[in-house]
């Protein structure tokens, strides 16, 4: 078993315990047989990853699956343009052609377009089975490795086809962010800094006062924040497992963010990098507002643009440009888009009634 290991649990609220499950942070956990075997027992490996990752990590994770067990690699072309319907059919068409059952487990080792496909596909395989995500960036550990949202994106708007399947566990390899382009790292610290502003005002003023360590990429720093950043969002969506209340907040910045990707053709900004924009305008409406010091707005810009992320959306995209496509986003009720603000330091919730106006200004 791997040495300093930490491991969290996701409980989540009014389900059977076999519904909750571990996320284990820690180094060298590609290579550790005992969790490997603690995990799988016997049965057969449907391995999803992609062709950016497969020639790093996919050979040293078979290998410690062990050469007894069926394993299917699939390995799907990289980058947000291939989150589509698609990509979701050639993993569920080797599944079948290779006659996996339901005993079977699927595995996605990669960032998080992988685990938010495979989970997918998991969830769609013989009505669905297990699945557990090996996260290798940034933005996967913190965020959407966790929690169980699963789905690919439709030209009308981002992740609007897909599932709540919920892993069986999560295993998060510090050693793989050794591998990740400084693009890719910078846009995982965007999911990082949004916990502390939604959730926790010490843990932001805590990583205002890293940032250079974790420019570093510091081992110590970046475990600390991976595992608090994970601690609360296991805690969020024990609370909420479907987003009907509680767990929308962890959408703070997404909703401007996705209409950036969308607008801009996915993949051409970022997840990170448009979140990082949307959350410094979410941060600017509740500034204006009187919520939040205009301070906050100032120290996050700083800290987003220590890791060379935007702190505002393309200069081609106006308000109207913005409503036109959230009109579309999943948190839409009754007609009414509903953005995340922060009414204060570390605590986030629901609007409706933010106007064009306040949208023009915050986008500045």
């Keep these: 078993m791997s040495a300093d290991l930490h491991t969290l649990r996701v409980d989540l609220s009014g389900a059977p315990a076999d519904r909750s499950y571990p996320i284990v942070i820690g180094r060298g956990l590609l290579g550790d047989s005992t969790l490997w075997s603690d995990w799988l027992g016997d049965r057969s490996v449907v391995l999803v990853t992609n062709s950016s990752i497969e020639p790093l990590y996919a050979d040293v994770l078979a290998a410690t699956l062990g050469t007894g067990r069926v394993i299917t690699r699939v390995v799907l072309p990289d980058g947000e343009s291939h989150k589509h319907l698609s990509s979701i059919e050639q993993i569920l068409s080797a599944a079948l052609e290779a006659h996996h059952e339901r005993r079977s487990v699927f595995v996605a080792l990669g960032g998080g377009v992988i685990g938010d496909m495979t989970g997918f596909a998991a969830a769609c395989f013989l009505r669905g089975v297990d699945f557990i995500q090996v996260p290798t960036t940034l933005l996967a550990q913190v965020d959407s490795s966790v929690g169980g949202k699963t789905g690919v994106n439709h030209p009308i708007g981002k992740n609007l086809i897909g599932a709540f399947h919920q892993p069986r566990a999560v295993a998060i390899d510090l050693d793989t962010l050794a591998t990740l382009p400084d693009r890719e790292f910078a846009a995982g610290m965007a999911e990082v800094v949004k916990y502390g502003l939604i959730y926790d005002a010490a843990f932001f003023a805590q990583l205002l006062q890293d940032r250079d360590a974790l420019l570093a990429r510091d081992s110590q720093v970046l475990a600390a924040a991976i595992e608090r950043s994970c601690a609360i969002k296991a805690a969020v969506v024990a609370q909420d497992e479907r987003e009907s209340g509680l767990r929308a907040i962890l959408n ?100 409706s009634d933010v106007s064009e106006a306040e949208i023009a200004a915050a986008i500045g």
Aim: proline residues 4%.
């Design 252 to 351: 703070f910045g997404h909703t401007f963010g996705h209409a950036i990707e969308q607008v801009q053709g996915y993949g051409e900004w970022l997840h990170g990098e448009a979140v990082a924009a949307g959350m410094v305008i979410a941060a600017r409406l509740s500034a204006s507002r009187g919520w939040v010091n205009a301070a906050v707005v100032t120290d996050l810009e700083a800290f987003l643009a220590t890791f060379g992320l935007p702190v505002a959306p393309p200069s081609d995209m106006a308000a109207e440009d913005f409503l036109a496509v959230m009109a579309n986003d999943k948190k839409v009720d009754r007609g009414q888009i509903r953005y995340v603000l922060l009414p204060e330091l570390g605590r986030a919730a629901l609007f």
